[in-house]
């Protein structure tokens, strides 16, 4: 055994039942010194599971490809292994931990022999924040050694602070043969640990991320009076300096990454507004002693998809991955040994190598160059906007919580909830309609609560029931809101420009919070009166305006009955649906009739 960074008897035996279950040959601590991470970037180009690109283009940025079969999370196989069935709930997997550990145990035993264990101690969050939290994930992939190096805080530094406490999460990652019919992503909330075998892309094997970072916290948090929100953080910066922060959830492909490095419209950054991002992905809150709700991001990195990134849809992205990246199942462009994605520009290379790792000319092909679900895990230091709130231990105060969704019709361009509790309502029937792009049938409503549907890891009911809890802890509450960027006109257009124009409604949402701003009652919720929607530099009439703003009573009665048939499955038969959000929708569908 190699020597060890820590003395934590807890920490050491966890290791030791994996070395005895996988059999590796040796066991690496990673103790965050630049010099073992250069060393194990070395190895790892010399077994060719790393490219080196261009240095004086892209400096310190390799490229990486993983087996296609082996390309995404994989939800189907991803479980929540609570002692009782009923506390995962119905929108979990379930396993019992009892055939969750012998069924994983038969495929994890000497799944190492001829390899290396790395020991990666880690800190979600800044380092000694009362908000972070510690864990050790045992791999045997420098793939993920050098992610999580990125991703999150490494080394002796973690187990310092973590000291002999056992309140550290256990990782254990196997790569085994990628084998799909063997992939398994368990969690074992009451036990604190993650395992992972047979895949080795990031979103399944970078257990700090979802695993941890939601689904683990999640329950964490409920024990211990926080939350873990799949939520960016956003500042923005007021032209006397004041900055206020929200926090936003979106499912995907509903522009979160986009608005969390939003760039101001002309009109504002004259006027001398400023975006600052704290995080794209993931929140931690926690109530303060002064009474208010505040968040970190627990991420280092982003960990972002690379197609549709650009200069225009996403500039400050971009430019996040101009150095020290790591780019997964993108195409290598052979003529300037750089990388290359669909939605980057209008110029696909001719000479150049896709995903697969198969020739590829970007002007012939029908192949994709870079996998739909390709990535780049870059700093977050990277980011030209990043906030200089990031590594603050206590945390950003949260002004507003924005829910959103992808809506043709029923969701007007923002409405403000009434209160916390009809807040929680709007959250918890957030929704988007299926795309073009998306499998199977097009405008099919898919709820899903805080965007957290597949990361909570607890029974949603609870879930739900925490967030209610939670708001009689929050002296100063966030005001909560909810947008629809994704609004069709009659012509089945995108009626609102979107990009950085969403600022335009981010400040209506904060002059709300200061409420300098009066606002319009209907069924829903409250609405912005028209002439206080800065439309300033758009070509947007007033009367456009008004139909993003048109709450339609017809189409909201038939949206209750779709809530009532989700929150029918949320009760599970077992009335677990909190009865304050029964109580907010009845009160919704009597606003309706009158």
Request: proline content about 5%; glycine content about 8%.
């Amino acid at each position: 055994m190699a020597v060890n960074l820590t003395a934590n008897k807890k920490v050491l035996d966890f290791i030791d039942e994996s070395v005895k279950l996988t059999k590796p040959d040796k066991v690496v601590w990673i103790d965050g010194n630049k010099a073992q991470l250069d060393a194990l970037t070395k190895e790892s180009l010399a077994k060719g599971e790393l490219i080196k690109l261009n240095e004086e283009l892209l400096p310190g940025c390799y490229l990486h490809r993983t087996k296609i079969n082996d390309v995404a999370r994989v939800e189907h196989r991803t479980f929540i292994c609570s002692r009782k069935k009923e506390d995962s709930g119905p929108t979990n997997n379930w396993m019992s931990p009892k055939d969750a550990y012998a069924k994983l145990s038969e495929i994890y035993d000497g799944s190492m022999k001829g390899k290396t264990m790395y020991v990666i101690p880690y800190s979600m969050g800044a380092i000694g924040s009362e908000f972070s939290k510690v864990g050790i994930e045992l791999t045997d992939s420098i793939y993920v050694v050098l992610n999580m190096n990125i991703m999150t805080r490494i080394g002796k530094k973690c187990l310092d602070v973590l000291g002999d406490s056992n309140d550290f999460v256990r990782g254990l990652h196997a790569t085994a043969d990628i084998d799909e019919e063997k992939r398994y992503i368990c969690h074992f909330p009451e036990d604190n640990t993650i395992w992972s075998v047979n895949s080795a892309y990031g979103g399944n094997v970078l257990l700090g991320k979802k695993c941890f970072a939601l689904r683990i916290a999640s329950y964490q948090g409920k024990n211990e009076g926080w939350m873990a929100e799949h939520m960016l953080i956003l500042g923005i910066q007021k032209p006397n300096g004041d900055t206020k922060y929200l926090t936003a959830a979106f499912p995907s492909a509903c522009g979160k990454t986009n608005l969390a490095m939003l760039i101001p419209p002309e009109v504002y950054t004259k006027k001398g507004y400023k975006v600052w991002t704290v995080g794209d992905d993931i929140a931690w809150l926690r109530v303060g002693a002064d009474g208010q709700l505040y968040a970190i991001n627990p991420e280092y990195g982003f960990f972002g998809v690379a197609p549709g990134t650009n200069v225009k849809s996403n500039p400050n992205a971009l430019a996040s991955t101009k150095k020290n990246t790591i780019f997964t199942n993108v195409a290598l462009n052979l003529d300037n040994n750089t990388v290359w994605w669909e939605g980057l520009d209008k110029n696909p290379p001719v000479n150049a190598i896709d995903w697969k790792g198969n020739p590829w000319n970007g002007k012939t092909s029908a192949e994709k160059g870079a996998h739909p679900n390709s990535r780049f895990t870059a700093p977050a230091i990277n980011c030209p906007c990043v906030s200089s709130e990031f590594e603050n231990p206590k945390g950003v105060p949260i002004s507003a919580i924005v829910f959103g969704g992808r809506r043709a019709k029923t969701a007007p361009l923002v409405y403000q909830a009434t209160s916390w509790e009809n807040g929680v309502f709007v959250g918890s029937i957030m929704a988007s309609e299926t795309t073009a792009a998306a499998a199977g049938a097009v405008g099919v409503v898919r709820r899903d609560p805080m965007a957290m549907l597949p990361f909570i890891g607890y029974h949603i009911g609870d879930y739900l029931n925490h967030w209610l809890e939670m708001g009689k802890k929050i002296k100063k509450q966030p005001k909560i809101f909810n947008v629809n960027w994704f609004r069709l006109d009659d012509n089945g257009n995108f009626a609102w420009p979107g990009f950085g124009d969403n600022l335009r409604i981010l400040d209506w949402i904060l002059q709300r919070c200061e409420e300098t701003v009066d606002a319009v009652e209907t069924p829903i919720g409250y609405l912005p009166k028209p002439e206080d929607i800065n439309l300033d530099g758009t070509d947007i009439t007033k009367d456009a305006l008004s139909k993003l703003l048109d709450v339609d009573n017809a189409v909201w009665a038939q949206e209750t009955a779709g809530i009532e048939e989700f929150y029918t499955k949320i009760d599970d038969g077992a009335s677990k649906l909190p009865k304050a959000l029964k109580k907010e929708l009845d009160g919704l569908k009597a606003r309706l009739k009158k």
